[in-house]
């Protein structure tokens, strides 16, 4: 085995979590040699490597090779870039939730376009290493497809044991890649054990998640990278060269991710890079929430899910094992943090959001992972001066039917057969685009002086349906516009320079062409009991700003107008 010649450290070490005994690495070993156990953790000459670590990462590429000397295996020839992917700010949702530092970490630009690229790089070309010419193993769907990618690259066969649940997308793309494929109609805890069973009987090479160690070591690459990302984006913290975010956000389903996470996090620390440990938040869906039950309840372990109620295939771990115990452990040892459930619904709704608001379309899995942000910043966990980082993954093609619903294309046909391409009928094709945009929407006019303001309101509602929006930055065009344009609905702010909002909704009401308007008023202000007073009978709802969400503000909104 190849150990490292060539770098001034100590090679790779394997230690198990259980007798705390150290053997060299390999990918081959499985088991402690002294008690047998199945956990075994790679460690590193870290007192050596933190110093120098800086200095080596400068001239590097932006990829996870970067990090070699706290890899078990060097940069392989099979690399596809994997890793090295952006940190996208969202101040939109941002604004929305009341936080300025949110950020994607945005996996969908990896090869096969989810996480699991590092976790199939690394472990890879540890088994190529290792001389492994057969593997197995079992996916919820992104893992199978990681893997089919980068054994097409090195030459090895592999078995994937895809749960039915597995969207037929994703399975063709398995397939693609030349993996065999094997569908078993059994939930994922079950398809995991006949593929362990394949394995074993066929003398076959098991790729094992969070037992694997070179699994492990390729998702703590996304901590590193976090962490070189927000230091190049915010500066240093006072206390440490590199920042950590306050929140780690990821879905979980085996928990590899936040367990790899959770361990590159703590290695940065013990080398002295930074100063403290980012909280992790796992969000599972509920119909299919082993962790976020067990957490609740204060259980060191999780009970199994043994029939998960989920269309969400890659979040369908229904037995999370001994992950969840170490997550468990070594948040309350250090990081801190929770675990929460959301439905697949409040999913889909939050990945139409996302997209809609910053232009980034994810995966039902990962938008399971944003609707536990929208839940946490809700429920006040998250702080408005806050750094959080979510964990984004693609593969969207599969769902976009069920998001979008009906009518998401507006069809043009042009009148058929022109002589020639040349001499397009003029006026059929005019009349044609005008069908385009015949539809008459609802009109909103927002008025506030704060441009930011409006603009949040603006995409709040653009997020969820089809508005003509007008705005007024102040009390005079606001009287002016609701004459002109006649809006179905008026989002009025109170406090306003030189005309007030109450002044504004007297005014309105004085006038026959717009007493009819309904209107929301939207304060920062506590009002006193005159001021209540004074709004009583003149408005329909009123909402306190900074904590009203999208969705209460969109449901007042559609309340209104039909
Ligand atoms: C694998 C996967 C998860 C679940 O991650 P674990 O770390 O295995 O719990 C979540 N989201 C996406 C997109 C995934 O591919
Ligand atoms: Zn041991």
């Given at each position: 085995m190849p150990t490292r010649t060539g770098t001034p450290f100590s090679p790779v070490q394997l230690q198990c979590i259980d007798c705390q005994c150290t053997t060299a690495y390999s990918p081959l070993t499985r088991t402690c040699p002294q008690c047998g156990g199945e956990w075994l953790e790679a460690v590193y000459d870290f007192d050596r490597i933190g110093p120098v670590l800086p200095g080596l990462l400068g001239s590097r590429p932006f990829d996870l090779w970067r990090y070699e000397e706290l890899l078990p295996v060097s940069r392989p020839a099979l690399s596809m870039g994997e890793g090295g992917t952006p940190l996208i700010h969202a101040p939109n949702l941002g604004m929305m939730l009341g936080c300025q530092h949110i950020y994607f970490k945005d996996e969908r630009q990896g090869p096969t376009s989810s996480f699991k690229d590092r976790q199939a790089a690394v472990g890879v070309a540890a088994m190529k290493e290792a001389g492994v010419t057969e593997a197995?193993?079992?996916?919820?769907?992104?893992?199978?497809?990681?893997?089919?990618?980068?054994?097409a690259r090195a030459g090895i066969k592999l078995w994937a044991f895809l749960t039915s649940l597995v969207p037929a997308e994703k399975m063709r793309e398995v397939a693609l890649y030349g993996t065999q494929v094997v569908k078993v109609t059994a939930s994922?805890?079950?398809?995991?054990?006949?593929?362990?069973?394949?394995?074993?009987?066929?003398?076959?090479?098991?790729?094992?998640?969070?037992?694997?160690?070179?699994?492990?070591?390729?998702?703590?690459?996304?901590?590193?990278?976090?962490?070189?990302?927000?230091?190049?984006?915010?500066?240093?913290?006072?206390?440490?060269?590199?920042?950590?975010?306050?929140?780690?956000?990821?879905?979980?389903?085996?928990?590899?991710?936040?367990?790899?996470?959770?361990?590159?996090?703590?290695?940065?620390?013990?080398?002295?890079?930074?100063?403290?440990?980012?909280?992790?938040?796992?969000?599972?869906?509920?119909?299919?929430?082993?962790?976020?039950?067990?957490?609740?309840?204060?259980?060191?372990?999780?009970?199994?899910?043994?029939?998960?109620?989920?269309?969400?295939?890659?979040?369908?771990?229904?037995?999370?094992?001994?992950?969840?115990?170490?997550?468990?452990?070594?948040?309350?040892?250090?990081?801190?943090?929770?675990?929460?459930?959301?439905?697949?619904?409040?999913?889909?709704?939050?990945?139409?959001?996302?997209?809609?608001?910053?232009?980034?379309?994810?995966?039902?899995?990962?938008?399971?992972?944003?609707?536990?942000?929208?839940?946490?910043?809700?429920?006040?966990?998250?702080?408005?001066?806050?750094?959080?980082?979510?964990?984004?993954?693609g593969h969207t093609v599969s769902i976009e039917g069920e998001v979008l619903g009906e009518g998401w294309a507006r069809s043009l046909v042009l009148p058929s057969?022109?002589?020639?391409?040349?001499?397009?009928?003029?006026?059929?094709?005019?009349?044609?685009?005008?069908?385009?945009?015949?539809?008459?929407?609802?009109?909103?006019?927002?008025?506030?002086?704060?441009?930011?303001?409006?603009?949040?309101?603006?995409?709040?509602?653009?997020?969820?349906?089809?508005?003509?929006?007008?705005?007024?930055?102040?009390?005079?065009?606001?009287?002016?516009?609701?004459?002109r344009e006649s809006p179905d609905l008026i989002i009025l702010d109170l406090m306003m320079p030189e005309m007030d909002g109450f002044t504004v909704l007297d005014q309105l009401k004085a006038d026959a062409r717009t007493a009819h308007i309904p209107v929301i008023v939207v304060t920062a202000k506590d009002l006193t009991p005159e001021e209540k007073e004074r709004l009583k009978g003149q408005i329909h709802s009123l909402l306190q700003k900074g904590e009203f969400m999208n969705d209460e503000l969109f449901d007042e909104v559609r309340a209104l107008i039909k």
């Amino acid at each position: 085995m190849p150990t490292r010649t060539g770098t001034p450290f100590s090679p790779v070490q394997l230690q198990c979590i259980d007798c705390q005994c150290t053997t060299a690495y390999s990918p081959l070993t499985r088991t402690c040699p002294q008690c047998g156990g199945e956990w075994l953790e790679a460690v590193y000459d870290f007192d050596r490597i933190g110093p120098v670590l800086p200095g080596l990462l400068g001239s590097r590429p932006f990829d996870l090779w970067r990090y070699e000397e706290l890899l078990p295996v060097s940069r392989p020839a099979l690399s596809m870039g994997e890793g090295g992917t952006p940190l996208i700010h969202a101040p939109n949702l941002g604004m929305m939730l009341g936080c300025q530092h949110i950020y994607f970490k945005d996996e969908r630009q990896g090869p096969t376009s989810s996480f699991k690229d590092r976790q199939a790089a690394v472990g890879v070309a540890a088994m190529k290493e290792a001389g492994v010419t057969e593997a197995v193993l079992a996916s919820t769907g992104n893992v199978a497809i990681a893997y089919s990618a980068y054994a097409a690259r090195a030459g090895i066969k592999l078995w994937a044991f895809l749960t039915s649940l597995v969207p037929a997308e994703k399975m063709r793309e398995v397939a693609l890649y030349g993996t065999q494929v094997v569908k078993v109609t059994a939930s994922y805890d079950q398809t995991r054990q006949v593929a362990a069973e394949f394995a074993r009987q066929r003398g076959l090479f098991l790729e094992s998640g969070s037992r694997s160690p070179a699994s492990v070591e390729a998702m703590k690459t996304i901590a590193y990278e976090i962490a070189e990302q927000l230091t190049a984006l915010l500066g240093p913290p006072d206390d440490a060269p590199m920042r950590t975010p306050n929140w780690y956000i990821q879905s979980v389903s085996g928990g590899l991710g936040p367990l790899g996470v959770q361990k590159g996090f703590s290695e940065l620390q013990k080398m002295g890079l930074t100063g403290r440990m980012p909280a992790m938040a796992g969000i599972q869906v509920s119909g299919c929430a082993p962790m976020v039950q067990a957490w609740k309840q204060g259980q060191p372990t999780a009970d199994p899910v043994t029939s998960p109620r989920t269309n969400i295939a890659t979040l369908s771990t229904g037995n999370p094992g001994r992950t969840y115990t170490l997550l468990v452990e070594r948040m309350a040892a250090g990081s801190g943090g929770t675990f929460e459930s959301v439905s697949d619904d409040a999913a889909f709704r939050a990945m139409h959001i996302l997209a809609k608001m910053e232009g980034i379309s994810v995966e039902p899995a990962t938008a399971v992972a944003v609707a536990g942000l929208i839940r946490l910043a809700r429920s006040g966990q998250l702080k408005p001066s806050d750094v959080i980082v979510v964990n984004c993954s693609g593969h969207t093609v599969s769902i976009e039917g069920e998001v979008l619903g009906e009518g998401w294309a507006r069809s043009l046909v042009l009148p058929s057969q022109p002589p020639s391409p040349a001499a397009l009928p003029q006026e059929g094709l005019l009349a044609a685009l005008s069908r385009v945009t015949a539809g008459r929407y609802p009109r909103v006019a927002i008025v506030d002086d704060m441009p930011d303001a409006r603009r949040l309101i603006r995409r709040i509602l653009q997020a969820q349906g089809d508005y003509t929006i007008f705005e007024a930055a102040s009390g005079q065009e606001a009287l002016e516009l609701a004459r002109r344009e006649s809006p179905d609905l008026i989002i009025l702010d109170l406090m306003m320079p030189e005309m007030d909002g109450f002044t504004v909704l007297d005014q309105l009401k004085a006038d026959a062409r717009t007493a009819h308007i309904p209107v929301i008023v939207v304060t920062a202000k506590d009002l006193t009991p005159e001021e209540k007073e004074r709004l009583k009978g003149q408005i329909h709802s009123l909402l306190q700003k900074g904590e009203f969400m999208n969705d209460e503000l969109f449901d007042e909104v559609r309340a209104l107008i039909k």
